[in-house]
């Protein structure tokens, strides 16, 4: 690690100070295992599905919680996203067939007159990987926050998903399987909170919502 001051020009050239640093392993916002018992918001996977559940009405698979690489070459992650020795949420194509979906329900979250903010972790990797979808499951209803379709990288990449809901809700992460056994897909790191979204990070290279990690 190297910190580097440089002056404007020999004429501008001001003091600068450092203070209390401290570098830790993994994730900026996560410490894992830490922030999941404190923030009911947070979930790594690292001990559980902190409240997560599996849908067993609507959908033909299920989520399955894993650490390592998935059994299939040429897709899902290498490891997860916390620590990359933790545990992370993926569908194993395998025994799906194309088109079929595994579905992973949130506790019952609030509604608020204000903005919420969900933050997760994705991995897409596959040459037919299918889709993954996020959905506010009001009572049934349901709505459409965010989607991905297709392979997006050998990467975990972070999803910012900014709503509103007045109504109570739950949080509804579906994965679609693709048109082959390479479409594994996989979730780490769910963080929600009240408020917008904050503002991404400058040096952001990929989009508004969507960073390589
Ligand atoms: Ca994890
Ligand atoms: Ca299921």
Known sequence: MVFVSTCRSFWDCG??????????????????????SSFPGHCDFES?????????????ADWQRRRG???????????????GLGYYMYIEASP?????????????????????CLRFYYHMYGSRTGELRVLADKDGEEELLWQRSGEQSIAWLRAHVGYQSQRQH?????ATRGSSVRSDIAIDDIMLESGPCPDVEVGDTVGSSNEIE
Do not use: W
Request: contains cysteine.
């Open 170 to 174: 739950q949080i509804v992460f579906e």
């Open 69 to 83: 690489s998935t059994p299939t070459s040429y897709t899902g992650p290498r490891g997860d996203h916390t620590t």
């Open 15 to 36: 003091s600068v100070a450092l203070d209390d640093i401290s570098l830790n392993l993994g994730d900026c916002d996560l410490t894992a295992g830490f922030l999941s």
């Open 48 to 60: 559980g599905l902190c409240g997560y559940t599996q849908d067993k009405r609507r959908d033909s």
């Open 96 to 116: 799906m067939l194309p088109g079929q979906s595994a579905r992973l329900l949130s506790h019952p979250v609030r509604g608020t007159r204000g903005p919420q």
